[in-house]
């Protein structure tokens, strides 16, 4: 059972990658969503919300689809687990058949109780790989969302900072326009 572990894990590992390349395309979407946006001189651009909010369904989704692999790979994990130690009590239950048939009674019991041991570490040791594997998986893929959500809040802040400093200059230009109009209004009346 053990020698199909490491197999096993490198798909995953390979998996993983191709989880992350699907996280990157959908931030590169959302990226391009944001970049390409409606130029609006001089405030900036106006993006689809619809759009962004697309792909940031698509990208939950993507992180909980890898948490509820995460968590397969450890049911999977503990199914193999329980078949290790269900063979390793049909063998221990055969052993003791053929020992009480053999002579040699105590030496049988000795090599039952290694075998058993033996299944019961080896059954452990899967199990503890199970586990770590899916909190590394669970971890990892809360750290790759936080940043990516970081990287989207940090692109969104600085739209809407954009967006404020050009409204800011909008509200300039139309008071001086004003400004202006009034000033060349004052010489007419004058006269009229």
Known sequence: MGVYTPIYMENQRIENNSEKKKFDKIINDMETVIDSGLKVPPMGAVI????????????KKSVNDSVEEAEHIVNLKEKILADAKAEAEEMLRRRQVEISKQPVLKEAENIAKKIILRAKEEGEAMYREAQEFQRQVKEQTYRYADVIFDELDKSLNEKRRDIMQNRQHMKSLIETTNKQAKKEEEPKRKLS
Do not use: C, D, N
């Open 48 to 59: 689809s919300t619809k759009e962004l909010r697309k792909h940031m369904a698509i990208l």
